[in-house]
């Protein structure tokens, strides 16, 4: 019934879940993995990996990096449009 023209995956699990096989974020993140049924569905990081990274991590390159993930699967809606 719900055809989404973009699914984002938010962590491993959710990208388990919807290609049906083990995904590693750090090789897949930034990129369109096609669904199945022919979906593009981009992976990043699910949101609580940035609440949780230790205080010697860079935390603001790596939201930054979640927001450009983010941007690019939203781009690439308009580009296909």
Not at 2 to 30: D, F, H, Y
Not at 34 to 63: K, M, N, Q
Not at 73 to 81: E, G
Request: aromatic share 4%; hydrophobic share 45%.
């Amino acid at each position: 019934m719900v055809r989404p023209r973009l699914v984002i995956a938010m962590g491993a699990t959710a990208a388990r879940s919807l290609t049906g096989k083990a995904m590693t974020i750090g090789q897949e993140r930034g990129r369109a993995v096609l669904l199945a049924d022919g979906t593009p569905c981009w992976i990043t990081v699910h949101p609580s990996y940035l609440l949780r990274l230790p205080p010697e991590a860079d935390a603001d390159a790596e939201f930054s990096r979640y927001v450009a993930d983010l941007r690019k699967a939203a781009s690439s809606l308009v580009q296909a449009a």
